[in-house]
């Protein structure tokens, strides 16, 4: 149970429908709910963090009545749906609600019994349309062409009593409150919506359903022929599970009320009008919040499943990790507009984005750090961290956590990747692999890597709470004893913190993807069975002979033998050269000498190249680098990794030395 002797950050989600499939839209919600959460945390505030499942209706009892079970047994078989998904996608909610549990139950027959106290509740005659999947009465004004205007499904004409609400008695004093607190519903176009809504007389709410047609529900304790209307029973759990944490529910509730609400915007009206006025009705404020952000959509149109175009969240973790779930689902678009799914756009930013900026960024310091100080570790200087990474710490990170409690989650996640393109420009601009080079340079060096650990430090802490399981990869990669748990933008967010780094190497933290998703060998393409070209392939993207032995220099440059007869320029205007930029440069395993580089060449993505330089050049060095790559060379096979380029280079006494250009050119540019 909470510890409610303070005041707490009070979040929600809605409850979703247990009958439903999870779809990207509640993952959405949850993961946004989950974030804030978080960042709340580690700014040291108290949160409740609260989402759960509506388990009432007519649509459950049908459905249960077709599997020939119990309705509690029904909901109880469906529900890990929505708790496992949730757990796989680290969500860290502090309460999960159910609208079966006792807890609730006591506590909308409270609900129930104050409103009729009040005199807000009264019997009376209905007729008019229901829309069954929705459960939800319909006016003649609000039904065309015998269609429900939420989901375009048919209605029916239905004739009954119930009991009724009287929403009708608090419009004006809705109106009035919404006047003058214009920020409690956002974004500013949501406001607009419900203010736009407010103009026309609110009708009063039937929040019954007689027991004869939907036996499934909370029954009205004062009339026994009825059952709750299971978005009014819904609703109500935003208070119910507060009242049940406290000694009284006044003392519960009273902790942690007024709530933020995150919800989609199909179900903004019942949040921003139905809601409030019902706490109105219980002397109870209206929520801090209710942001209701906007729809993921296919090709511009709405998911559903008569279109067929659902994307299912958890399938898509399957595929790719939660993580990269999580930050693409918050970095994509703006939250609070309507944003388009596209395999192909999660894919590029999981290749470019997490692999190339961050990956990359982790990967190339600690195995510099791992290498240039494997005993002593790397220590903090005397004069603490450099002007450069403090000026880019202050001026990027607090715009993180600022960015994320105002719910602009693509522009947090912008401003942490201007960090990281920093720290990655800081490690090409001061180079640690020539200051290795000099003995004299060693403390320049090790304040140079200070600087980039530090650097990879903050960064996993401001990305915690967008992507938990990759913040502790890094924390564990710079073996930072502080769990993710317990970080702290206050304890934590000072450059400088650590006084020393003894690294572990960190592997790679997200593996590149091919179009299809598919993770891409190490060498940066699938495994073949076969050495000849794929259906659809090209000669120039053949795989190679599965031969170590095949004849196919990695460094080109070297004069030609005197022997060798003179070429025509057509023979050398088949040689495709092209500028590229080097990406990623591992040694090649059980060779001394081979180095397998990612090359940049303009395509959809880098060439892996092996080039036997490594006497010359170390893979911090390259990097960055641009070099001359011969593209239409076939493919060979070296120590077992597939090369589909050469790089040009001239031969000296000390080594090789890449050919390179004299100005800045894209990755791609011909070479004539």
Same mark, same amino acid.
């Given at each position: ?387 450069? $990474? ?5 001026? !990027? @990170?607090?715009?993180? #956590? +600022?960015?994320? %409690?105002? /719910? ?36 320049? $060096? ?5 600087? !980039? @650990?530090?650097?990879? #430090? +903050?960064?996993? %802490?401001? /990305? ?44 790679? @933290?997200?593996?590149? #993807? ?159």
């Amino acid at each position: 149970m909470a510890d409610l002797r303070t005041p707490w950050v009070y979040l929600t989600t809605p409850i979703y429908y247990v009958n439903d499939v999870p779809h990207i839209g509640h993952a959405y919600t949850t993961i946004a709910a989950d974030v804030l959460a978080r960042t709340h945390r580690q700014g040291g505030a108290p949160v409740f963090f609260l989402t759960g499942t509506d388990e009432h209706g007519q649509k459950v009892w049908q459905s249960a009545e077709r599997h020939g079970l119990s309705p509690q047994l029904y909901v109880d078989r469906i529900l890990p749906r929505f708790r496992d998904l949730w757990s796989r996608l680290a969500i860290s909610n502090d309460d999960f609600v159910r609208t079966t549990q006792p807890r609730h139950i006591k506590g909308v027959s409270e609900v129930l019994t104050r409103l009729r106290e009040k005199g807000d509740l009264y019997e009376g005659s209905y007729e008019g349309w229901y829309c069954l999947p929705d459960e939800r009465f319909w006016t003649d004004k609000d039904v065309e062409n015998g269609l429900c205007p939420d989901c375009h499904r048919p209605v029916e004409r239905i004739s009954e009593t119930n009991i009724f609400f009287r929403m009708s008695r608090y419009q004006d004093w809705l109106v009035s409150w919404y006047e003058s607190h214009p920020e409690a519903i956002r974004p500013e176009s949501r406001y607009n919506e419900i203010m736009g809504f407010l103009k026309k007389p609110l009708s009063d709410l039937c929040i019954s359903r007689p027991k004869s047609r939907v036996p499934w529900g909370i029954p009205i304790p004062f009339a026994p022929d009825y059952v709750t209307y299971v978005w009014f029973d819904a609703l109500l759990n935003y208070v119910t599970v507060p009242w049940s944490l406290g000694a009284t529910p006044e003392e519960g509730l009273s902790r942690l009320w007024p709530a933020v609400h995150i919800i989609g915007k199909d179900i903004l009206t019942t949040h921003a009008v139905y809601w409030p006025i019902l706490l109105a009705a219980l002397d109870l404020p209206p929520p801090r919040l209710i942001f209701a952000h906007g729809w993921w959509t296919v090709d511009g149109e709405k998911m559903s499943k008569s279109r067929g175009n659902v994307v299912d969240p958890g399938a898509l973790v399957d595929l790719f990790g939660a993580d990269p779930v999580r930050f693409f689902l918050l970095r994509e678009g703006q939250f609070g507009q309507d944003v388009d799914f596209s395999r192909e756009a999660l894919i590029n930013r999981i290749n470019r984005d997490l692999a190339n900026d961050l990956g990359n960024l982790l990967s190339r310091v600690t195995a510099m750090a791992f290498r240039y100080f494997p005993e002593t570790g790397v220590a903090r200087p005397e004069a603490g961290c450099s002007p450069a $990474l403090k000026e880019a710490a202050e001026a !990027l @990170l607090p715009q993180v #956590r +600022l960015r994320t %409690l105002s /719910l602009e989650f693509h522009r947090a996640l912008q401003s942490l990747w201007e960090f990281v393109a920093f720290l990655n420009r800081h490690v090409d601009a001061r180079a640690p692999w020539v200051l290795a080079r000099d003995p004299a340079l060693r403390e320049d $060096l090790s304040a140079v890597l200070y600087d !980039l @650990l530090e650097g990879l #430090r +903050l960064t996993g %802490l401001y /990305l915690a709470p967008f992507m938990p399981e990759t913040a502790g990869k890094i924390m564990e990669a710079l073996e930072v004893p502080a769990g993710i748990s317990l970080l702290s933008y206050e304890t934590h967010g000072l450059p400088g913190l650590e006084a020393l780094y003894r690294v572990r190497l960190a592997g790679a @933290l997200f593996p590149k #993807r091919d179009a299809q998703g598919n993770p891409l060998s190490e060498e940066g393409e699938k495994p073949r069975k076969s050495s000849s070209p794929a259906p659809g392939e090209s000669g120039t993207a053949a795989a190679a002979p599965a031969k170590d032995s095949a004849p196919a220099p990695a460094v080109l440059g070297e004069a030609p033998a005197p022997e060798e007869p003179p070429i025509n320029y057509a023979d050398f205007q088949k040689v495709q050269l092209k500028t590229g930029v080097v990406r990623e440069a591992v040694p090649v395993p059980k060779s001394k000498k081979l180095l397998r580089l990612s090359v940049d060449i303009g395509e959809a993505e880098p060439r892996t190249v092996v080039a036997g330089i490594s006497g010359s050049y170390s893979p911090e060095e390259l990097v960055g680098k641009t070099v001359v790559v011969v593209a239409n060379l076939t493919p060979a096979t070296l120590m077992g990794v597939t090369s589909r380029g050469m790089l040009l280079a001239a031969s000296t006494e000390n080594g090789v030395s890449l050919l390179t250009v004299d100005r800045s050119a894209p990755p791609g540019s011909g070479i004539k």
